[in-house]
């Protein structure tokens, strides 16, 4: 095979297009059929069924694609809404797309998990002649890096790609392994990268940096799907609290556990009237404050009339659905822990209570994938009860409906950092800083990197020095914006970083530093930051009418 290149590809800007012989190409159309069928067959034995809106974002995907600039495309869809079916409806379109030539062994689904039940669990949903390039965290550095090494027009398609996302981690590792770190490379080799998360934390704003080489897509689910947010409005989660409550010193446990775990029981005892007996899921700490919450349930649940099981790496349970699926003779308590992560599907019929642990300082993303996210899908049950903590829940809503563009948003998880009020990518694989071929300019990963800032308007200056008091004062940004005085002609004139004139600005001249985000606050180092945390400026939208004046304040 060789390369067929135009003047624009000769200087990388674009996935170079490879050429096929004439026997190479009908390989590749006689592997597409065999494929195509088995994914006819996956929807005739119900294992992998493709729905409309997977269709659609299907479609998407593959219209991306069709832009050569475009290497990276991160599809956000959330918890159980059917990311798998989306893959499958992605190589389907792909392939059925006559422009499209790629041969099947160069597609590959990968993720950061290290869970086996993830990896079964995708290869079953998969046509056959992609199961045997599912690969997760474990076989990444040597099996997966292998199998591409020296590879050309490559379709990588990522789960979960939160996971082990951070420089260092195995996501990273990999990438600079398999020469994934260069933008020319993945330009000159066809390399197409389709990331697939309920949660992207730091990797969507990273990814973004990207400039006209990644582009995000927002996943709408099909009719019947229930988010954690339905659930929420639905009177259907609560906020979760404390179940140990074991003090090491005393070695007592708090009585307030006990009332924690009474709210649970009315929950149950409701059931009882109209239900018959459910299983409830309930996520401990490790070690041996498990068996400590345990027995605090023991002192509140007589073991006459409810059962107990654990449910972690050591107990004889080695697939929990196993269980799920049959209906228990009474109420039954699974306890684990580190187990039903993001990727698990449920069998949700008989699941009542499901109640995350409690935690001080609760991760974001942890949360959103945790129990209640595993209580999402088009199959809920209508009566389970997910205790859990409500603001993280309410954070991603508004993380979603704002197409994950509010970086004022405190989202905490282990790729994100929240600063000034601003939120942002922190060390993920996505940072094109970490990758060759990005230039300062397009990419703004340099030293004179310049974060996008908070801009508040006010008609009435006061109402500028107000706002600064309630919200930056306190923050230790100063003292605040002092009023100028008004020139003979009644405007207020400034200057800016930019020309270091005194002059009347106006709305056309700032919005082009508001679209742009440049304001000025350049540099990285603490000191640079410390000494452009905000400024004020007077904006008219008519340069000849005092009256048409504006306030801006923007901070860092």
Known sequence: MDYITNVSEQFNTKRVRLHYNLREQDIMKNDKQIILLQLDNLRLKGKSVIFKNQEMIASNIVCNFKNRKIINIMVVSKTQSGKTGSMCATIKQYLEDTSNLIPIENIYIITGLSSCEWKEQTKERMPESIQSRVFHRCELPNTFVDEIKNKKNILIIMDEIQVAAKKGQTIYKTFKIANLLDKTKLYENDIKILEYTATPDGTIYDLMKWGDASSKILAIAGDGYISSYKLLQMGRVKQYKELCGYDKETGEVDEEIFENIKEIKNDIDKYDKYINPLYHIIRTKNGPDQDLTIQNFRKIFNTENYEFIKYDRESEIEDINKTLVLQPEKHTFIFIKEMLRCAKTLKKTYIGILYDRYSKNPDDTTINQGLVGRDTGYDNNGISISYTNIDSIEKYEKLWESNFEDKTISWNSKTTKYTNGILSGKDTFNDPKDYDGFSETSEESKE??????????????????????????????????????KDNDGFYRCITQFDKEEKIRTNAEFEIYEKNKKWGFRGNTLKSKEKNKYRVYPVYSNETDANSLEWWLIYY
Request: net charge positive; charged share 35%.
């Open 448 to 485: 004179d990197i310049e974060e996008p800032q908070p801009i508040i308007k006010r008609k009435i200056f006061v109402e500028i020095k107000k706002w600064f008091n309630d919200n930056l004062k306190i923050k230790g940004y100063g003292n605040g914006p002092k009023q100028k005085t």
